[in-house]
């Protein structure tokens, strides 16, 4: 059989089947063989022929480029009452500006997760008060993610903000300290939102910092925290989470802006199999293997192109970080014990659907990292959880060498050579068409 | 320039990605296969979780049992109609008959299955362990996540919390175990890649 007719008859099972109805048993024979004839004919035909590049876009692959646009409207986020609140937002911005906010007084959020660089640092590993071993994600896209962190250790947006405020390495503070720089800076603004502040935290007898550090009972952040009421740590801890769900809705206005890709999806969609001329003939070329040959598609897609799950492609190891690092491994149980997740006091809700079937013990998920959005990834070097590259074609290389092996896991079966004939430079003329404009500026600084 | 050439020029809608990863199948890179290994962790105990029931959207209607033997299939059959799914088998041990029904999966999103186990002679089975799995064989691994299964009515079970993270080829396991035997029934899915955030 040659291969083009091969080809064919695959095309037109695999297009049989899902509109199969009600298939009776006597049928079934029918269907069944019809699914093997098409694996056969995929195999044997379809393997190294294909589409002319330059050829009109197929049917199916017009369909999976309109699967990744467009971007989705915002999904509620039940766990923070004050989401979608106005002033809540407001407030969100000015601490994610304001070094009060930190143990030396020098380190904010938007150190890290600058505006202008697509709310990313520009660093292979961010450094707060001290060195990270992560590279700082854009924050744009990350209010779908039901998983946040390379690791996904924490499970809301509002949970997560409150990581980085007491991380040592980051902004170096404590819950307490936060509190004192609500009370001084934004009580009118605060007690608008969520209520008065409990009388029990008006007292001159709060210590300066205090909070439960958990790994040495002797830290005096520890101490500190034991001598306050049970009455006063719940209120420092609803204060603390109300900062974190500020920042939260804050977060919730920076939305990726729709990027060339999504203009050329839209021209599809209204028929215009040319897209409109919205995507320049390379990164076209880099379009077409991204959802067919290089199947990057199998992990980066939807409009966020990410699957916001988690996969081990087995890194080179990075200087200054641990080799050992389990990733998913450890996150996925870390968020489980976390004093902020879902269904906890602090949240909103009790529907809590991702913990609830979340498995922790998932083998896989030794030296997983979650696949990130590809969405304004050209603005946002170095790439990977520890910023391993520098360019996305140094990225594309990784793809299309697979060195090395996984230090911790293994590599996924999935991930496969990319074919080294492939050019890198439609690849990345493709990622350079899911760079849209910056959320509205009136978000992107502080009011003065 | 160079033609660049696409494996994959039958792809279309639903099946696309899953015939694309197909063609791809018989490029098995070097790697050995996967061995299950355990998390390199050091485990760190997990806390028990308590976490409430949901609220569940409302199950496709069940239509008024049917059961005799001869109504399944010799093969696993797959239906589809109006966005639901009926997976229909004769277990393989030839002991027990299976009926699964759901909405069609979508990509990453947690969904749920009603299942009805009934016997050779087409009774509901009785008491037993029954569960619903899914694996993609060609990557060697399972779900992500851990779905429960509970039992509503006698032969009749709910299973919540699956989810299928990845397009491709997926086989749906069903098991049941009774004091007097156990069957499965496995069916084939392609796992369509168009993801709904």
Not at chain 1, 192 to 205: C, K, R
């Amino acid at each position: 059989m040659t291969a083009p007719f091969a080809c064919l008859i695959a095309c037109l099972t695999l297009n049989l089947q899902p509109q199969r109805k009600a298939l009776r048993a006597s049928s079934a024979w029918w269907g069944q063989t019809l699914t093997v004839i098409a694996i056969v004919a995929v195999l044997a035909g379809c393997h190294k022929r294909g589409i002319d590049l330059q050829g009109p876009l197929q049917p199916g692959e017009i369909a999976l480029l309109s699967s990744l646009s467009p971007l989705p409207p915002l999904l509620p986020d039940p766990s923070n009452a004050f989401a979608d609140d106005e002033r809540a937002a407001r407030l969100g911005l000015q601490l994610f500006f304001d070094k009060r906010l930190s143990g030396n007084g020098q380190v904010a959020c938007a150190n890290c997760h600058e505006p202008h660089k697509y709310l990313t640092d520009g660093h292979a590993l961010a450094a707060g008060m001290g060195q990270t071993e992560r590279n700082s994600p854009t924050l744009l896209g990350a209010q779908w993610l039901p998983f946040l962190f390379f690791d996904g250790r924490k499970d809301s947006q509002w949970s997560q903000a409150l990581g980085p405020l007491e991380n040592p390495l980051e902004h170096g503070t404590d819950r307490t300290a936060v509190f004192r720089v609500i009370l001084g800076h934004y009580r009118p603004a605060y007690e608008s939102i969520f209520g008065a502040i409990p009388a029990v935290l008006l007292t001159n007898l709060l210590p300066e910092h205090a909070r439960p550090v958990h790994l040495s009972s002797k830290d005096p952040l520890q101490v500190a925290w034991d001598g306050l009421a049970v009455s006063q740590q719940a209120g420092i801890n609803r204060v603390f989470a109300n900062v974190g769900k500020a920042l939260a809705a804050y977060e919730r206005k920076l939305r990726p802006q729709p990027a060339p890709l999504d203009h050329f999806v839209a021209a599809l969609k209204a028929g215009d199999i040319n897209g409109g001329g919205h995507l320049p003939p390379a990164a076209l070329r880099g379009a077409r293997l991204f959802v067919g040959q290089a199947q990057c598609i199998s992990c980066h897609n939807g409009p966020l192109l990410t699957d916001k799950t988690f996969h081990n492609v087995g890194l080179p190891p990075t200087p200054g970080v641990d080799p050992a690092d389990p990733g998913r491994g450890r996150g996925a149980s870390t968020v489980l014990g976390d004093e902020f997740r879902c269904g906890l006091p602090y949240s909103d809700t009790t529907t809590c659907e991702e913990l609830r079937f979340l498995n922790p013990k998932f083998a896989d998920f030794a030296g997983a990292y979650k696949t990130p959005t590809l969405r304004n990834v050209a603005m946002t070097a170095p790439y990977m959880h520890s910023g391993q590259f520098k360019t996305l074609e140094q990225v594309l290389q990784f793809y299309k060498t697979l060195p090395g092996q996984a230090s911790v896991g293994h590599r996924e079966l999935v991930l496969r050579l990319v074919d080294p004939d492939i050019p890198t430079a439609d690849l990345v003329a493709f990622l350079q068409a899911l760079t849209g404009p910056l959320p509205d500026e009136s978000w992107l600084k502080p009011e003065p | 320039m160079t033609a660049f050439r696409l494996k994959s020029r039958h792809l279309a809608l639903v099946t696309a990605l899953g015939a694309a990863l197909l063609a791809t199948a018989c490029e098995k890179s070097a790697e050995p296969a996967k061995p299950d290994q355990p998390v390199t962790t050091p485990q760190s105990p997990v806390p028990q979780v308590q976490i409430p029931q949901a609220q569940l959207p409302p199950l496709p209607q069940m239509p008024t049992p049917t059961s005799a033997i001869a109504d399944f299939p010799d093969k696993p059959t797959v239906e589809q109609s109006d966005g639901n799914l009926l997976l229909r088998c004769k277990g393989i041990g030839g002991r027990y008959n299976f009926e699964l029904r759901t909405r069609v999966p979508k990509i990453g999103e947690l969904f749920t299955v009603t299942s009805r186990v009934f016997d050779a002679q087409g009774h509901a089975a009785g008491q037993g362990d029954f569960s619903v799995d899914a694996t993609m064989p060609d990557h060697g691994h399972g779900m992500m996540t851990q779905p429960t299964h509970k039992s509503t009515i006698s032969g009749t079970w709910r299973s919540e919390g699956l989810k299928l993270h990845m397009p491709g080829h997926w086989q749906i396991v069903a098991n049941f175990e009774s004091a007097e035997a156990r069957d499965t029934c496995r069916f084939d899915w392609q796992q369509s890649g168009e993801a709904t955030p």
